[in-house]
């Protein structure tokens, strides 16, 4: 089934800039798409982006485009988040998740969140 | 896209049968068989349940049951138990690679 393990807990300044990571294992990365999902106690969970390893292929949220970006580094199986300029509005639990799609449409399985506050 | 609507709290005494409902647009649940639920537990990460609208995951009780209708899914959990006290969310694609969320469903039980 698989296993996603992300980094730890974060506590940023606004303006620093952040980048959390997915460790991918008992699945083949490349070709499966790796999303983002964040999770805020007011808005619940938002689909941030995707990634698809094997050709890069990115997918954005439109409510997230432009102030994060999703990699991947096949070499370490790994997916990566990250800011160049957080906000105190990015303050909220992080999680990964490999999102299978094809004849069906799902995440599964999750990683267990990164925690990201931003506070000055 | 707006978030899929969902109410904010259910409740239902151990025995009993729930439902909680996920209503969506032609754009989203109406277009495509890819509804799926998720389970919550505090502190936990989510944990699907059901996708393609009423497909139970791997060693997902029985008790779980998706279904669809028009533009809105619902999930029923029969037989309650204390264990299923958590929070719901139900997503669906709605198209150009996009998926969307439910805003969440607070079970009492």
């Known amino acids: 089934e698989g296993q996603m393990v992300q980094s730890g807990t974060e506590m940023k300044k606004p303006g620093e800039s952040l980048k959390i990571s997915c460790k991918v294992s008992g699945f083949t990365f490349k070709n499966n798409w790796i999303a983002w999902v964040r999770q805020t106690p007011g808005k619940g969970l938002q689909w941030v982006g995707s990634?698809?390893?094997?050709?890069?292929?990115?997918r954005y949220s439109p409510s997230f485009q432009g102030h994060v970006s999703i990699s991947a580094d096949m070499s370490t199986t790994t997916a990566y988040l990250e800011w160049s300029s957080l906000e105190a509005s990015d303050t909220a639990m992080y999680y990964c998740s490999r999102l299978v799609t094809g004849t069906t449409y799902y995440f599964d399985p999750w990683g267990q969140g990164t925690l990201v506050t931003v506070s000055s | 896209q707006s978030a899929l609507t969902q109410p904010a709290s259910v409740s239902g005494s151990p025995g009993q049968s729930i439902t909680i409902s996920c209503s969506g647009t032609n754009n989203d649940i109406g277009a495509y068989p890819y509804v799926s639920w998720y389970q919550q537990h505090p502190g936990r990460a989510p944990k699907v349940l059901i996708s393609?609208?009423?497909r139970r995951r791997s060693g997902v009780s029985a008790r779980f049951s998706g279904a669809r209708s028009g533009e809105t899914a619902s999930l029923t959990i029969s037989g309650l138990q204390a264990e299923d006290e958590a929070d719901y969310y139900c997503a669906s694609y709605s198209g150009n690679s996009t998926p969307l969320f439910g805003g969440g469903t607070h079970l009492t039980v």
């Open positions: 393609d609208v009423s």
């Open positions: 990634i698809y390893p094997g050709d890069s292929d990115i």
